[in-house]
């Protein structure tokens, strides 16, 4: 009896050092097998309630500085025809006249 409580303590003493030096390999292979659960655990209606729909932001315009669509309502407009992206753009064109 004896004899076998010792060679379960070595065992476990292994078993621990083991999983001590593989512990990062451990937990990278449970973190991908929750990841699969997660993944084969959503239905359809949890996926679809999660993608937005896309914004209508209105029509698309160009940047009259680097050439970058952006919706006409979020546009610096300056002029009736003449259209900036962001701020810098503005700057850096009115700086270049």
């Given at each position: 009896?004896?004899?076998a ?23 990278a ?9 997660e ?59």
């Amino acid at each position: 009896m004896r004899e076998a409580l010792i060679i379960l303590a070595v065992l476990l003493v292994l078993l621990a050092l083991t999983a001590f030096k593989y512990r990062k390999q451990i937990a990278a292979v449970i973190g991908f097998g929750r990841m699969i659960r997660e993944a084969t655990k959503g239905n359809s209606a949890d996926r679809q309630s999660r993608i937005s729909e896309p914004v209508n932001s209105g029509k698309l315009v160009s940047c009259t500085k680097c050439g970058t669509w952006v919706p006409e309502g979020r546009a610096i407009k300056f002029g009736a025809t003449t259209f900036f992206c962001t701020d810098a753009c503005l700057q850096s064109s009115i700086k270049s006249v």
